[in-house]
């Protein structure tokens, strides 16, 4: 957690004041659902001047039984899966987005501050987004799931509403960010805290993906980037992709949020030639079929177009490190078939050129098979 503050919020709470700005450029009307921070991060926007121009509310709903009467959570709900529990901080987002009719953003926290907390829940956070879309669309929703570190009640009520505040500021990034690209920007940082930090965009470590979910062998591949590098390692996430659908703004809240405490680029690159115009001089993190695929002819209209290509991304100065993958001969990954085999950098065919911007990554520093599709 970066930011705390006082009880209440003031026009110099960083945080909020950012929060406001974005409610302002996104137009969106924010609702809050509060259970364990009994109302502090509402004290905290109400501290802006003007804020209630774009805040609802908060429901303060300490008690099951409040939860069940406000907004309606089923009691069975609460039962089977106590009210600590993903499905109930989802439920509560979605109750309040639905009974504040002006609402067009809910987020919501339950948890377990202690004392006297059960030992596999204590310090556990659940942190809920139900965001509205077009008529007659289901609202898209995520949770984001949190461990506070030992504290006082106090302490961890504030650390509780600044996360619950801070993934507010990361949805309302998101959105800002997806609407300046589809005004023509070409890449948005969003990072994990509200910053003024200057961002650059060259020379950097990043890890281009999906990340639908962000697993436990992306997770180590970015630790080992981060050593071999000594760079910290951002992630890039293009709303437009070549072989899969268009990310739309409800599915890049969804597939964002989780990654809460990383750099993320929001991009339109759909090529890595695209991103290694809009990095230049940066490493990109891949795997094995990623660098096999840059480098395959028929992946391109003819074998001009794949020279021209890596010349492009050599021009600008850009480098590739290289997991090893398991895949078939079709360059899949995680389809479980006999015929996968495991090919580091040395096993690929690939031009010389793009071999040259390249380093691999050993099968004994690295090795993991499971694909994104395998870890949901």
Known sequence: MSMTTSLSGTADDPLVVCIQELLKASNQQLVLAESCTAGLAAARLGGVPGISEHFCGSAVVYQEGTKRDWLDIPTSMLTQNGAVSEQVA??????????????????????????????????????????????????????????????????RQQLAASLLLETVYRVLQILDACQQLGQGAARICLLPHASTDDVRATGQVIFPGA?????????????????????DVALEISLENVDKPELFTGAAVARIIPLSATTVWLTRAATFVEKAELFPGSTFVVGADTIARIGEHRYYDDALSCEQAINKIVANGCRFLVFGRAMDAQLQTGCGDAAMEFQGLEDLQIPDQLREICEGVSEQEFRWDLSSRQQR
Do not use: C, W, Y
């Open 90 to 155: 989802e439920q509560m987002a979605l109750g309040s987005l639905d009974q504040t009719n002006a609402a067009t953003l809910a987020v919501s926290i339950t948890g377990h501050l202690g004392p006297d907390a059960p030992a596999d829940l204590d310090g556990q956070l659940f942190v809920g987004v139900a965001l509205k879309q077009q008529p007659g669309e289901l609202p898209t929703t995520v949770v984001n799931r949190q461990r506070l570190e030992p504290s006082s009640r106090i302490g």
């Open 211 to 231: 990340f639908a979910p962000l697993h436990d062998g992306h997770r180590e591949m970015i630790e080992r980037a981060r050593q071999i590098t000594d760079h």
